[in-house]
């Protein structure tokens, strides 16, 4: 099925807020790697100066290996925000969290001129639950402030024991004053997608974060809510998604295209040139699709988002995507540590890098909240006396649900809608 008159294009690929984690390959010996350029040495000179300075002046004796530790991921956050040094505890807890249980708050963070920036919630935790949003500037940590601490350790502080609280302070734009938020730590078990039916033959697809399942069970659920009777449209909703895993985005954007490319990256070392294309395994590949985006919606979220854009199987609604168009890699060290490292970036089928631009809607729909006109004095056929009955009844239970649902969700609402007019579309003769 096509939409829009786009020119047709080819595919998009990952990076992440969890870290668009693609394993490390081998890498090329360090001689191959090598430019022409000596080194700096009077910069490493002023290093070494710097380090015995510290050892002979600090206040407080300093351990050599924590020196070294220290230097190692200054290197890494200097270079951009989601490269970073992986302890052992860190490196243990991004595995977990890609394979879909994790303990903490469940929110995405990412850092911003020194504060800790909410990504996205994720749903069903004790964040979406105490009323975080996407955008949210976090500033302190209990009482500690967070300006100056890098993004691990504030995810440290974030995590505990289950049942243990921690406040959140926050700074959330149209608010004049911090705002404070306490937060019960739970284990997060992330449910990556959930579907259920709008109406008899519209359908809906939340993807929460892409793990490693998520392709599979998004499949699953298109064939439950095929075996329910014909799908006439569905919605995917990629709101607040935060990213993940890189071969799950290509496998959701499989499910709705039966061919062409869905994603390529660049990068300087050779295996970082990657493509990724669609097969004819497709769950729906006619059913015509909403997708619905807004500023959470990064890395995985916009691999997919631009491959069903740019091959014009989908319409996408909302606002503008988050704008992460990196790729992370994952490289194991020794003592089970390891560094994520930004290796490359990530490309739409048509050659759109959405680093810092982000996925732009077809439709630009803002979050809002619809409010009906009563008319509660206008007189209908039911209310005169006599009236002739219908003759059938329980017509309308079908809808009550959706009505209630959509009535929270503006922008869902006005997705319902246009797969309805899509639909009412395909009924109306051609002309001659």
Do not use: W
């Amino acid at each position: 099925m096509k939409l829009m008159s786009r020119t047709p294009l080819a595919a998009a690929l990952l990076g992440c807020a969890l870290s668009l984690s693609q394993p490390a390959a081998a890498q090329p010996p360090a001689a191959e790697q090598a430019t022409d350029k000596p080194l700096p040495l009077t910069e490493l000179r002023m290093f070494a100066d710097v380090f015995d300075r510290i050892k002979q002046a600090y206040v407080e004796p300093v351990d050599d290996r924590q020196l070294l530790e220290d230097a190692i991921r200054g290197m890494l956050t200097g270079l951009d925000p989601h490269s970073a040094y992986l302890e052992a505890e860190a490196f243990e807890s991004l595995q977990i969290h890609t394979r879909g249980e994790f303990g903490g708050l469940g929110i995405e963070v990412g850092l911003e001129d020194g504060f800790i920036r909410v990504i996205a919630p994720i749903d069903d935790t004790p964040a979406q639950r105490a009323g975080v949003r996407a955008g949210d500037l976090i500033i302190k940590l209990g009482e500690t402030p967070v300006q100056g601490m890098d993004l691990n350790e504030a995810v440290d502080r974030m995590r505990g024991e289950v049942g243990t609280t921690i406040r959140l302070t926050i700074m959330r734009d149209g608010l004049d004053q911090p705002l404070e938020l306490e937060l019960e730590r739970d284990v997060i078990k992330v449910r990556s997608v959930r579907h259920e039916m709008l109406e008899p033959g519209y359908g809906y697809l939340r993807i929460s974060q892409f793990q490693a399942h998520t392709g599979e069970d998004l499949v699953a659920a298109i064939h439950d809510m095929q075996r329910a009777g014909d799908l006439h449209g569905l919605v995917l909703d990629l709101r607040n998604n935060p990213g993940g895993v890189l071969q799950a985005a290509v496998a959701v954007s499989n499910a709705f295209l039966d061919e062409g490319l869905i994603v390529y990256t660049e990068g300087r070392l050779p295996n970082s040139e990657l493509r990724f294309n669609a097969n004819t395994e497709t769950a729906a590949a006619d059913t015509p699709l909403v997708v619905l985006i807004n500023g959470g919606s990064a890395s995985a979220s916009e691999i997919v988002a631009g491959a069903l854009q740019d091959h014009q199987r989908a319409v996408l609604m909302g606002t503008d995507s988050f704008g992460k168009g990196s790729v992370q890699t994952i490289l194991p060290l020794a003592e089970d540590r390891a560094i994520k490292l930004t290796t490359a970036r990530y490309y739409t089928p048509g050659g759109r890098s959405i680093q810092a631009q982000g996925i732009q809607p077809d439709l630009r729909v803002e979050d809002a909240r619809l409010t009906p006109i009563e008319h509660g004095s206008r007189i209908k056929e039911r209310d005169l006396a006599g009236h002739l009955e219908n003759g059938r009844s329980g017509q309308d239970a079908a809808s009550t649900s959706s009505a209630e649902r959509t009535a929270r969700d503006f922008q869902l609402y006005e997705a319902l809608n246009l797969l309805k007019a899509m639909q009412i579309l395909q009924r109306v003769p051609a002309a001659d």
